[in-house]
């Protein structure tokens, strides 16, 4: 079964910084693009970039380039989206999801739980 | 304000059918780039519902289908039942931005 297992909910202050987990299992890691989302309380959903874990090629939405840093090590099957210095716009809950088919047409194909982030002072 | 349109509500009585829109441009569904649509239930992660069009995931009742004409798409619901209330988010790729882009989302009620 193709499963995405998320790290569990942070609660931190502006400023801080934080590293939050996407555990990959059930299929070939490598060989899939894998999406960060980001849902703030009552709207919609925003994708913030993608990387494929094969060769760490990562691409930002340019409204998140410089904000956030994505990563992905195959040795552990697990992609990474961390801040050097959280802001209170941070807030939200951040989901990781698998992307099928090529990258300009992909598709979402199976979501982590989510991960709630809380950035307060 | 998000770059796919959907109308922030639809309602539907059971066994009836219920259609919800997303309008883009030519930069993203006028450019020809795939149409996907997610359902998010109250607290859930989004799960997909169509892909590339109108294709289903093996386990999505044949009650939904997608379609997309021109700068626009639809999910059709028929047969609705309790179970389908929920947030539906269709997605595309918009070249303008170079970015994964979603509708702002649409909050199904069965009456």
């Known amino acids: 079964e193709v499963q995405l297992v998320q790290s569990g909910a942070e609660e931190k202050k502006p400023g801080e910084s934080l590293k939050i987990s996407c555990k990959a299992s059930?299929?070939?890691?490598?060989?899939?693009?894998i999406a960060w989302v980001r849902q703030k309380p009552g709207r919609g959903l925003e994708c913030l970039g993608i990387?494929?874990?094969?060769?760490?090629?990562?691409r930002y939405s340019p409204s998140f380039q410089g904000q956030v840093t994505i990563s992905a090590d195959k040795s552990v099957t697990t992609a990474y989206m961390q801040w050097k210095s959280l802001k209170a716009s941070d807030n939200g809950i951040y989901f990781c999801?698998?992307?099928?088919?090529?990258?300009?047409?992909?598709?979402?194909?199976?979501w982590g739980q989510g991960t709630q982030v809380t950035v307060s002072s | 304000q998000s770059v796919l349109t959907q109308p922030p509500s639809v309602s539907g009585a059971p066994g009836q059918r219920a259609t919800i829109s997303c309008t883009g441009s030519?930069?993203?569904?006028?450019?020809?780039?795939?149409v996907h649509w997610y359902q998010q239930l109250p607290g859930t992660a989004p799960k997909l519902l169509i892909y590339?069009?109108?294709s289903r995931p093996s386990g999505v009742p044949d009650r939904f289908s997608g379609s997309k004409s021109g700068t626009s798409a639809s999910l059709a619901i028929t047969g609705l039942q309790a179970e389908d209330e929920a947030d539906y988010y269709c997605?595309?790729?918009?070249?303008?931005?170079?970015?994964?882009?979603f509708g702002g989302g649409t909050r199904l009620t069965v009456l």
């Open positions: 590339g069009d109108n």
């Open positions: 990387i494929s874990p094969g060769d760490s090629d990562t």
């Open positions: 999801a698998r992307m099928t088919g090529v990258t300009t047409t992909g598709w979402f194909d199976t």
């Open positions: 997605q595309s790729y918009d070249r303008s931005l170079s970015a994964y882009v």
């Open positions: 059930g299929y070939n890691f490598p060989n899939y693009w």
């Open positions: 030519s930069s993203n569904i006028g450019a020809h780039f795939d």
